[in-house]
Nanobody
Framework: QVQLVESGGGLVQAGGSLRLSCVAS????????MAWFGQSPGQEREFVAA???????YYAESVKERFIISRENAENTVDLQMNSLKPEDTAVYYC?????????????????WGQGTQVTVSS
């Protein structure tokens, strides 16, 4: 397994921006896809965005025009730039790795998870 540590969460007003970061360790980072999920209280963990080792990406429809996932293989990091934030984006955001099927949006297809970072968007 790979170890993942997220940072960058916080409180922001609607319309604002945040940048989340995830640092990976334990394996060669550049070999595997990475993703971000969000989980609101009482809800299932939901897919947000994923990025391949070469930089290909796919997004949830709800964030497609607002969020950008990126990675820096030399630094073992994957970031999520969150723009035009809405109160409904409020969630704990998790970094995920060890994707078993590229294109999947299901948490069960990811084998490694970080501890999460809280994002709160006020109206």
């Amino acid at each position: 397994q790979v170890q993942l540590v997220e940072s960058g969460g916080g409180l922001v007003q609607a319309g604002g921006s945040l940048r989340l970061s995830c640092v990976a360790s334990g394996r060669t980072f550049s070999n595997y896809p990475m993703a971000w999920f969000g989980q609101s209280p009482g809800q299932e963990r939901e897919f947000v965005a994923a990025i391949s080792w070469s930089g290909s990406t796919y997004y949830a429809e709800s964030v497609k025009e607002r969020f950008i996932i990126s990675r820096e293989n030399a630094e073992n990091t994957v970031d999520l730039q969150m723009n035009s934030l809405k109160p409904e984006d409020t969630a704990v955001y998790y970094c995920a790795a060890d994707l078993r099927a590229w294109g999947s949006r299901w948490p069960r297809d990811f084998g490694s998870w970080g501890q999460g970072t809280q994002v709160t968007v006020s109206s």
